[in-house]
Protein backbone atom coordinates (compact mmCIF):
# COMPACT_ATOMS: atom_id res chain seq x y z
CA UNK A 1 0.00 0.00 0.00
CA UNK A 2 1.29 3.40 -0.92
CA UNK A 3 1.53 5.86 1.61
CA UNK A 4 -0.32 9.16 1.72
CA UNK A 5 2.57 10.75 3.01
CA UNK A 6 1.19 14.61 4.85
CA UNK A 7 -2.31 14.19 4.18
CA UNK A 8 -4.87 15.30 6.44
CA UNK A 9 -5.83 12.57 8.92
CA UNK A 10 -9.89 11.41 7.57
CA UNK A 11 -9.46 12.23 4.01
CA UNK A 12 -10.63 9.40 1.99
CA UNK A 13 -7.81 7.41 0.67
CA UNK A 14 -8.36 7.12 -2.98
CA UNK A 15 -7.89 11.08 -3.02
CA UNK A 16 -4.89 10.91 -1.14
CA UNK A 17 -3.38 8.36 -3.28
CA UNK A 18 -4.99 10.85 -6.37
CA UNK A 19 -2.94 13.78 -4.28
CA UNK A 20 0.04 11.80 -4.20
CA UNK A 21 0.51 10.60 -7.23
CA UNK A 22 0.44 14.41 -8.24
CA UNK A 23 2.96 15.10 -7.03
CA UNK A 24 5.60 12.97 -8.94
CA UNK A 25 7.32 15.20 -11.34
CA UNK A 26 6.59 13.65 -14.86
CA UNK A 27 6.61 16.59 -16.52
CA UNK A 28 8.56 17.19 -19.82
CA UNK A 29 11.21 18.20 -21.03
CA UNK A 30 12.90 15.53 -18.82
CA UNK A 31 10.38 14.19 -17.03
CA UNK A 32 11.55 10.72 -14.51
CA UNK A 33 9.32 8.02 -15.11
CA UNK A 34 10.68 6.14 -12.48
CA UNK A 35 8.76 6.86 -9.50
CA UNK A 36 5.50 6.10 -11.30
CA UNK A 37 6.90 2.56 -12.01
CA UNK A 38 7.70 2.43 -8.27
CA UNK A 39 4.02 3.73 -7.38
CA UNK A 40 2.37 1.33 -9.42
CA UNK A 41 4.22 -1.36 -8.04
CA UNK A 42 2.94 -0.69 -4.42
CA UNK A 43 0.02 -1.75 -5.39
CA UNK A 44 -0.47 -4.70 -7.31
CA UNK A 45 1.07 -5.15 -10.57
CA UNK A 46 3.49 -6.53 -12.81
CA UNK A 47 5.76 -4.14 -14.06
CA UNK A 48 7.86 -3.73 -17.43
CA UNK A 49 10.71 -1.28 -19.04
CA UNK A 50 9.11 -1.41 -22.60
CA UNK A 51 10.32 0.89 -25.61
CA UNK A 52 10.42 3.75 -22.93
CA UNK A 53 8.60 2.76 -19.58
CA UNK A 54 5.33 1.47 -20.03
CA UNK A 55 4.16 -0.18 -16.44
CA UNK A 56 1.23 -2.63 -16.77
CA UNK A 57 -0.89 -4.44 -14.40
CA UNK A 58 -2.99 -7.56 -15.12
CA UNK A 59 -6.19 -8.64 -13.22
CA UNK A 60 -6.89 -12.05 -15.06
CA UNK A 61 -10.23 -12.52 -15.78
CA UNK A 62 -11.76 -16.05 -15.24
CA UNK A 63 -11.77 -16.95 -19.22
CA UNK A 64 -8.42 -15.48 -20.32
CA UNK A 65 -8.52 -16.60 -23.99
CA UNK A 66 -11.42 -14.31 -24.36
CA UNK A 67 -10.20 -10.69 -25.72
CA UNK A 68 -9.27 -8.59 -22.68
CA UNK A 69 -10.05 -4.98 -21.97
CA UNK A 70 -7.73 -2.05 -21.92
CA UNK A 71 -7.75 0.85 -19.00
CA UNK A 72 -5.06 3.15 -20.89
CA UNK A 73 -3.44 6.33 -19.27
CA UNK A 74 -0.33 8.20 -19.51
CA UNK A 75 2.29 9.28 -17.14
CA UNK A 76 3.61 12.36 -18.33
CA UNK A 77 2.25 15.94 -18.19
CA UNK A 78 3.12 19.45 -20.16
CA UNK A 79 5.35 21.93 -18.50
CA UNK A 80 4.04 24.82 -16.37
CA UNK A 81 4.32 28.53 -15.30
CA UNK A 82 4.15 28.50 -11.80
CA UNK A 83 4.11 32.23 -11.99
CA UNK A 84 0.50 32.24 -13.96
CA UNK A 85 -0.58 29.30 -10.79
CA UNK A 86 -2.43 30.36 -7.20
CA UNK A 87 -0.29 27.33 -5.91
CA UNK A 88 2.52 25.44 -6.57
CA UNK A 89 1.87 23.47 -9.52
CA UNK A 90 2.87 19.79 -8.01
CA UNK A 91 1.79 20.31 -4.33
CA UNK A 92 -1.68 18.91 -5.13
CA UNK A 93 -2.72 21.86 -3.10
CA UNK A 94 -6.58 20.98 -2.32
CA UNK A 95 -9.04 24.29 -1.46
CA UNK A 96 -11.90 24.38 1.11
CA UNK A 97 -14.08 23.84 -1.59
CA UNK A 98 -12.35 20.01 -2.43
CA UNK A 99 -10.46 21.79 -5.55
CA UNK A 100 -7.56 20.00 -6.06
CA UNK A 101 -4.98 22.08 -7.92
CA UNK A 102 -1.90 20.57 -9.89
CA UNK A 103 -0.64 19.61 -13.62
CA UNK A 104 -2.54 16.61 -14.41
CA UNK A 105 -5.23 16.47 -12.11
CA UNK A 106 -7.20 16.72 -15.24
CA UNK A 107 -4.77 15.41 -18.30
CA UNK A 108 -5.14 12.32 -17.03
CA UNK A 109 -3.33 11.46 -13.54
CA UNK A 110 -6.76 11.45 -12.26
CA UNK A 111 -8.57 8.38 -14.75
CA UNK A 112 -5.48 6.89 -13.62
CA UNK A 113 -6.19 6.35 -9.96
CA UNK A 114 -9.81 5.93 -10.81
CA UNK A 115 -8.41 2.66 -12.69
CA UNK A 116 -6.70 1.68 -10.25
CA UNK A 117 -9.43 2.52 -7.51
CA UNK A 118 -11.78 0.91 -9.64
CA UNK A 119 -10.45 -2.27 -9.55
CA UNK A 120 -9.28 -2.62 -6.26
CA UNK A 121 -13.26 -2.18 -5.33
CA UNK A 122 -13.83 -4.71 -7.16
CA UNK A 123 -11.68 -6.83 -6.10
CA UNK A 124 -12.32 -6.59 -2.23
CA UNK A 125 -15.96 -7.29 -3.16
CA UNK A 126 -14.64 -10.63 -4.20
CA UNK A 127 -16.03 -9.61 -7.83
CA UNK A 128 -14.69 -11.79 -10.82
CA UNK A 129 -14.91 -10.69 -14.13
CA UNK A 130 -14.76 -12.82 -17.77
CA UNK A 131 -12.27 -11.05 -19.71
CA UNK A 132 -8.87 -10.28 -18.41
CA UNK A 133 -8.04 -6.64 -17.73
CA UNK A 134 -4.82 -4.88 -18.68
CA UNK A 135 -4.07 -1.15 -16.68
CA UNK A 136 -1.51 0.31 -18.91
CA UNK A 137 0.40 3.43 -17.94
CA UNK A 138 2.53 4.86 -21.04
CA UNK A 139 5.04 7.75 -21.63
CA UNK A 140 5.04 10.55 -23.75
CA UNK A 141 1.87 10.88 -25.12
CA UNK A 142 2.13 14.80 -24.52
CA UNK A 143 4.98 15.17 -26.95
CA UNK A 144 3.25 12.74 -29.85
CA UNK A 145 3.43 9.10 -28.01
CA UNK A 146 6.23 8.27 -30.60
CA UNK A 147 8.71 6.68 -28.27
CA UNK A 148 5.28 5.62 -26.13
CA UNK A 149 2.27 3.83 -27.41
CA UNK A 150 3.23 4.70 -31.02
CA UNK A 151 5.85 2.43 -31.18
CA UNK A 152 4.65 -0.10 -28.27
CA UNK A 153 1.37 -1.45 -30.49
CA UNK A 154 3.87 -2.59 -32.87
CA UNK A 155 5.87 -4.66 -29.90
CA UNK A 156 4.98 -8.20 -29.27
CA UNK A 157 4.39 -7.48 -25.67
CA UNK A 158 1.52 -5.69 -26.40
CA UNK A 159 0.26 -8.01 -29.00
CA UNK A 160 0.12 -10.84 -26.18
CA UNK A 161 -2.03 -8.48 -24.29
CA UNK A 162 -4.93 -10.06 -26.84
CA UNK A 163 -6.67 -6.32 -26.43
CA UNK A 164 -10.29 -5.95 -27.68
CA UNK A 165 -11.60 -2.59 -26.43
CA UNK A 166 -9.88 0.09 -25.05
CA UNK A 167 -10.63 2.79 -22.89
CA UNK A 168 -8.55 5.83 -22.72
CA UNK A 169 -8.70 10.02 -22.10
CA UNK A 170 -11.28 11.85 -22.62
CA UNK A 171 -12.16 15.69 -21.30
CA UNK A 172 -14.40 17.51 -18.64
CA UNK A 173 -17.46 18.52 -19.59
CA UNK A 174 -19.05 22.25 -18.02
CA UNK A 175 -22.07 20.97 -18.34
CA UNK A 176 -24.68 17.77 -16.74
CA UNK A 177 -23.25 15.66 -19.52
CA UNK A 178 -20.24 13.38 -20.15
CA UNK A 179 -18.69 13.52 -23.21
CA UNK A 180 -17.43 10.59 -24.65
CA UNK A 181 -14.53 10.57 -28.14
CA UNK A 182 -15.20 7.54 -30.67
CA UNK A 183 -12.31 9.17 -33.19
CA UNK A 184 -10.00 11.49 -33.50
CA UNK A 185 -8.66 14.23 -35.76
CA UNK A 186 -5.31 13.34 -37.46
CA UNK A 187 -2.45 16.42 -36.67
CA UNK A 188 -0.45 17.62 -39.05
CA UNK A 189 2.86 19.28 -38.35
CA UNK A 190 3.86 21.23 -41.63
CA UNK A 191 6.65 23.56 -42.90
CA UNK A 192 6.80 25.36 -45.82
CA UNK A 193 10.04 26.45 -47.33
CA UNK A 194 10.04 29.19 -49.21
CA UNK A 195 13.47 30.14 -51.42
CA UNK A 196 13.88 33.80 -52.92
CA UNK A 197 16.12 36.26 -54.32
CA UNK A 198 18.31 37.88 -51.63
CA UNK A 199 19.68 41.59 -51.87
CA UNK A 200 20.10 44.45 -49.92
CA UNK A 201 17.33 45.83 -47.63
CA UNK A 202 17.42 49.72 -49.50
CA UNK A 203 16.00 48.10 -52.91
CA UNK A 204 12.66 46.25 -54.31
CA UNK A 205 14.20 42.70 -54.91
CA UNK A 206 12.01 40.88 -56.75
CA UNK A 207 10.97 37.37 -56.30
CA UNK A 208 11.73 37.41 -52.20
CA UNK A 209 11.25 34.74 -49.73
CA UNK A 210 8.99 37.16 -48.02
CA UNK A 211 6.57 37.71 -50.47
CA UNK A 212 6.32 33.24 -50.99
CA UNK A 213 6.09 33.14 -47.57
CA UNK A 214 3.40 35.98 -47.18
CA UNK A 215 1.15 34.03 -49.98
CA UNK A 216 1.39 31.25 -48.44
CA UNK A 217 0.36 32.15 -45.20
CA UNK A 218 -2.76 33.71 -46.19
CA UNK A 219 -3.66 30.71 -47.83
CA UNK A 220 -3.42 28.79 -44.74
CA UNK A 221 -4.76 31.61 -42.73
CA UNK A 222 -7.43 31.93 -44.59
CA UNK A 223 -8.69 28.78 -44.94
CA UNK A 224 -8.50 29.04 -41.02
CA UNK A 225 -11.02 31.58 -40.99
CA UNK A 226 -13.22 29.74 -43.21
CA UNK A 227 -13.43 26.98 -40.88
CA UNK A 228 -13.75 29.15 -37.80
CA UNK A 229 -16.87 30.44 -39.47
CA UNK A 230 -18.05 27.21 -39.71
CA UNK A 231 -17.75 26.23 -36.39
CA UNK A 232 -19.30 29.25 -35.42
CA UNK A 233 -22.14 29.31 -37.54
CA UNK A 234 -23.69 25.74 -37.48
CA UNK A 235 -25.27 24.43 -34.25
CA UNK A 236 -24.59 20.94 -35.56
CA UNK A 237 -20.51 21.36 -35.37
CA UNK A 238 -17.94 21.04 -32.54
CA UNK A 239 -14.33 21.61 -32.40
CA UNK A 240 -13.35 18.10 -33.77
CA UNK A 241 -15.52 18.03 -36.41
CA UNK A 242 -13.70 21.50 -38.26
CA UNK A 243 -10.10 21.65 -39.21
CA UNK A 244 -8.17 24.12 -37.37
CA UNK A 245 -5.06 25.80 -38.97
CA UNK A 246 -2.41 27.76 -36.40
CA UNK A 247 0.95 28.90 -37.40
CA UNK A 248 3.20 28.19 -35.10
CA UNK A 249 6.59 29.44 -36.07
CA UNK A 250 8.18 31.53 -38.27
CA UNK A 251 11.96 31.13 -39.39
CA UNK A 252 14.31 33.59 -41.69
CA UNK A 253 16.73 36.29 -41.97
CA UNK A 254 20.04 37.04 -40.59
CA UNK A 255 20.22 41.27 -40.16
CA UNK A 256 18.02 43.96 -40.27
CA UNK A 257 19.52 44.88 -44.15
CA UNK A 258 19.79 41.70 -46.00
CA UNK A 259 17.30 40.41 -47.63
CA UNK A 260 16.72 36.72 -46.88
CA UNK A 261 17.49 33.50 -49.61
CA UNK A 262 14.75 31.91 -47.38
CA UNK A 263 11.97 32.10 -45.14
CA UNK A 264 10.11 28.91 -43.30
CA UNK A 265 6.20 29.07 -41.97
CA UNK A 266 5.71 25.58 -39.96
CA UNK A 267 1.80 25.59 -38.91
CA UNK A 268 -0.40 22.89 -36.83
CA UNK A 269 -2.83 21.27 -38.54
CA UNK A 270 -5.80 19.19 -36.73
CA UNK A 271 -8.01 17.40 -39.63
CA UNK A 272 -11.14 15.71 -38.65
CA UNK A 273 -11.51 12.07 -39.75
CA UNK A 274 -14.38 13.22 -42.46
CA UNK A 275 -11.81 15.14 -44.62
CA UNK A 276 -10.41 13.36 -47.32
CA UNK A 277 -7.11 13.57 -46.70
CA UNK A 278 -5.25 13.18 -49.80
CA UNK A 279 -7.56 16.17 -51.26
CA UNK A 280 -6.26 18.38 -48.52
CA UNK A 281 -2.74 17.39 -48.83
CA UNK A 282 -3.31 18.58 -52.76
CA UNK A 283 -4.59 21.77 -51.94
CA UNK A 284 -1.32 22.45 -49.36
CA UNK A 285 0.10 21.57 -52.98
CA UNK A 286 -1.52 23.83 -55.13
CA UNK A 287 -1.40 26.57 -52.29
CA UNK A 288 2.85 25.96 -52.39
CA UNK A 289 2.71 26.46 -56.09
CA UNK A 290 0.62 29.53 -56.37
CA UNK A 291 3.07 30.98 -53.62
CA UNK A 292 5.93 30.74 -56.20
CA UNK A 293 8.52 29.13 -57.61
CA UNK A 294 10.57 26.37 -55.82
CA UNK A 295 7.95 26.48 -52.54
CA UNK A 296 8.35 23.27 -50.87
CA UNK A 297 6.68 21.20 -48.17
CA UNK A 298 7.80 18.61 -45.25
CA UNK A 299 6.11 17.43 -42.28
CA UNK A 300 7.36 16.33 -38.73
CA UNK A 301 4.27 14.72 -38.21
CA UNK A 302 1.37 13.13 -40.48
CA UNK A 303 -0.86 10.95 -38.94
CA UNK A 304 -3.21 9.45 -41.42
CA UNK A 305 -5.49 7.04 -39.58
CA UNK A 306 -9.04 7.57 -39.56
CA UNK A 307 -10.32 5.01 -37.75
CA UNK A 308 -13.46 5.75 -35.85
CA UNK A 309 -14.98 3.27 -32.82
CA UNK A 310 -18.48 1.96 -33.28
CA UNK A 311 -20.84 3.87 -31.50
CA UNK A 312 -23.77 1.56 -32.66
CA UNK A 313 -26.75 0.13 -30.16
CA UNK A 314 -25.79 -3.04 -31.93
CA UNK A 315 -21.92 -2.97 -31.49
CA UNK A 316 -21.23 -5.12 -27.91
CA UNK A 317 -18.93 -3.17 -26.96
CA UNK A 318 -20.47 0.45 -27.33
CA UNK A 319 -24.23 -1.58 -26.14
CA UNK A 320 -22.19 -2.33 -22.69
CA UNK A 321 -20.88 0.81 -22.48
CA UNK A 322 -23.56 3.07 -23.07
CA UNK A 323 -26.16 0.78 -21.03
CA UNK A 324 -23.70 1.12 -17.96
CA UNK A 325 -23.78 4.91 -18.90
CA UNK A 326 -27.98 4.67 -18.70
CA UNK A 327 -28.34 2.85 -16.21
CA UNK A 328 -26.11 5.58 -14.27
CA UNK A 329 -27.94 7.83 -15.48
CA UNK A 330 -25.35 9.61 -17.11
CA UNK A 331 -26.24 11.52 -20.32
CA UNK A 332 -23.44 10.87 -23.18
CA UNK A 333 -22.78 13.31 -25.36
CA UNK A 334 -20.52 11.80 -28.57
CA UNK A 335 -17.91 13.69 -29.95
CA UNK A 336 -14.71 13.57 -32.29
CA UNK A 337 -11.90 14.19 -30.28
CA UNK A 338 -10.37 18.17 -30.96
CA UNK A 339 -6.59 17.09 -30.16
CA UNK A 340 -4.55 13.92 -30.15
CA UNK A 341 -4.14 10.75 -27.94
CA UNK A 342 -2.78 7.40 -27.43
CA UNK A 343 -6.31 6.16 -28.74
CA UNK A 344 -5.27 7.10 -32.23
CA UNK A 345 -2.07 4.31 -32.01
CA UNK A 346 -4.54 2.40 -30.30
CA UNK A 347 -7.29 2.58 -33.05
CA UNK A 348 -4.71 2.71 -35.77
CA UNK A 349 -4.10 -1.40 -34.82
CA UNK A 350 -7.68 -2.52 -35.62
CA UNK A 351 -8.98 -1.96 -31.58
CA UNK A 352 -11.88 -0.14 -31.19
CA UNK A 353 -10.85 2.43 -28.39
CA UNK A 354 -13.49 5.24 -26.43
CA UNK A 355 -11.93 8.24 -25.12
CA UNK A 356 -13.44 9.40 -21.70
CA UNK A 357 -12.81 10.89 -18.25
CA UNK A 358 -15.86 11.27 -16.38
CA UNK A 359 -15.93 14.83 -15.42
CA UNK A 360 -18.98 16.58 -15.44
CA UNK A 361 -19.81 20.29 -14.28
CA UNK A 362 -16.15 20.67 -14.37
CA UNK A 363 -14.61 23.53 -16.73
CA UNK A 364 -11.19 21.94 -19.30
CA UNK A 365 -8.36 23.09 -17.97
CA UNK A 366 -5.95 20.50 -19.40
CA UNK A 367 -2.54 22.44 -20.27
CA UNK A 368 -4.16 25.48 -18.68
CA UNK A 369 -2.91 27.49 -15.69
CA UNK A 370 -4.57 26.23 -12.38
CA UNK A 371 -5.42 23.24 -13.87
CA UNK A 372 -7.82 21.13 -10.64
CA UNK A 373 -10.51 18.70 -10.36
CA UNK A 374 -12.90 18.75 -7.32
CA UNK A 375 -12.39 15.58 -5.29
CA UNK A 376 -16.35 14.75 -5.39
CA UNK A 377 -16.19 14.72 -9.13
CA UNK A 378 -12.73 12.26 -8.51
CA UNK A 379 -14.61 10.07 -6.46
CA UNK A 380 -17.43 9.66 -8.70
CA UNK A 381 -15.14 8.72 -11.64
CA UNK A 382 -14.01 5.85 -9.97
CA UNK A 383 -17.77 4.45 -9.18
CA UNK A 384 -18.26 4.95 -12.78
CA UNK A 385 -15.57 3.00 -13.65
CA UNK A 386 -16.94 0.46 -11.31
CA UNK A 387 -19.68 -0.32 -13.41
CA UNK A 388 -17.86 0.59 -16.94
CA UNK A 389 -15.14 -2.29 -15.92
CA UNK A 390 -17.73 -5.00 -14.89
CA UNK A 391 -20.40 -4.25 -18.04
CA UNK A 392 -17.20 -4.23 -20.61
CA UNK A 393 -15.69 -7.36 -18.80
CA UNK A 394 -19.05 -9.32 -19.33
CA UNK A 395 -19.59 -8.79 -22.92
CA UNK A 396 -20.42 -11.90 -24.02
CA UNK A 397 -17.82 -14.06 -26.12
CA UNK A 398 -18.10 -13.25 -30.10
CA UNK A 399 -18.24 -15.80 -32.41
CA UNK A 400 -14.37 -15.78 -33.09
CA UNK A 401 -13.62 -16.32 -29.40
CA UNK A 402 -16.03 -19.29 -29.01
Known sequence: MTGQGDFPEGEDLSVSLFREYLRLKTVHPDPDYAPPVSYFE??????????????????????????????????????????????????????????????????????TIQY?????????????????????????EEVGGHKGMETFVKHPEFQKLNIGFALDEGLANPGDAFTVFYGERNPWWITIHCPGSPGHGSRFVENTAAEKLRCVINSFLDFRQKEKHRLNTSECFTLGDVTTVNMTMVKGGVAYNVIPAEMDVSFDLRIPPTVNLQEFERQIKEWCKEAGEDVTYEFAQKHMNQNLTSTEENDPWWSAFSAACKAMNITLEKEIFPAATDSRFIRAVGIPAIGFSPMNRTPILLHDHNEYLNEHVFLKGISVFERLISALTSVPAFPDEA
Open 42 to 111: SFYSRTGLICRVVAIMTWEGTNPTLKSILLNSHTDVVPVYQEHWKYDAFSAFKDAEGNIYARGSQDMKCV
Open 116 to 140: IQAVRRLKAEGRKVMRTVHLMFVPD
